[in-house]
């Protein structure tokens, strides 16, 4: 007969089974495309940032209503950019931890197709893998050879 009175199951045994599954069903790719994601939100944020810095800089030839289109516009992606630090905290305390096993071929193509690509440099690739920018430099030379 089982005794169900008295929990045989220690919880740091129990978290460490569920962070193994977790990390089995998110791999170190999930992990860079979900940083590369915010990374291009703090980027077009940005974007968006200089241009209404521009319109606001070019203000004398505009009407009152105008500026102030301008201004709330400012005001709203300040909002935004508040939020985008929030996710980004919040994604970064739920996100499994990356392993610290060598990059594998698909991980190598996916960088080399990424910075070939321009749209990230070695440091943006390197800090969503997970990896040291030399480690991504060297990834990419010996895909040039």
Known sequence: MVDFTKNTNNTSDTQQVQEQKQQQCFTRSDVATTRRAVQDLKGQSEKLKSSLSQS??????????????????????????????ELEQSINEIMPSLSKTKLSDEEKNEITGLYNSKLYNQTQLADQYGVSQPTIGDVIKKSKS
């Open 56 to 85: 606001l800089s070019t203000a004398d030839n505009t009407s009152m209503d105008e500026f102030q289109a301008i201004w709330s516009k400012r005001e709203k992606l300040n909002q935004v950019n508040i939020q985008v630090k």
